[in-house]
Nanobody, 119 residues
């Protein structure tokens, strides 16, 4: 079975930075796209950033210029560097990965990590 575990969330003040990590483990043959999503209370889950196995990135307009997604393929880990954090960034952040396990591609989710930004 494949598991994704996020870490690095916490409580910070506006303008500060956090770095999130998400490590995939289990029966993994290959990982294609990895990404970060977030969900605030009462809101829908939204895409924050994605990165392909080749390093192509994409960002939501709300975080462009402030957040950077990266990955370490040898460690099956994706990162999200978050700078200049705003109160509107407060949410539970989830990582996602498209994983080849056995002969089947499947999308997996982590349990989420809380990011709280105080004014």
């Amino acid at each position: 079975q494949v598991h994704l575990v996020e870490s690095g969330g916490g409580l910070v003040q506006a303008g500060e930075s956090l770095r999130l990590s998400c490590a995939a483990s289990g029966r993994i043959f290959s990982i294609n796209t990895m990404g970060w999503y977030r969900q605030a209370p009462g809101k829908q889950r939204e895409l924050v950033a994605t990165i392909t196995s080749g390093g192509t990135t994409g960002y939501a307009d709300s975080v462009k210029g402030r957040f950077t997604i990266s990955r370490d393929n040898a460690k099956n880990t994706v990162y999200l560097q978050m700078n200049s954090l705003k109160p509107d960034d407060t949410a539970v952040y989830y990582c996602n990965a498209d994983v080849l396990s056995g002969s089947r591609w499947r999308s997996y989710w982590g349990q989420g990590t809380q990011v709280t930004v105080s004014p």
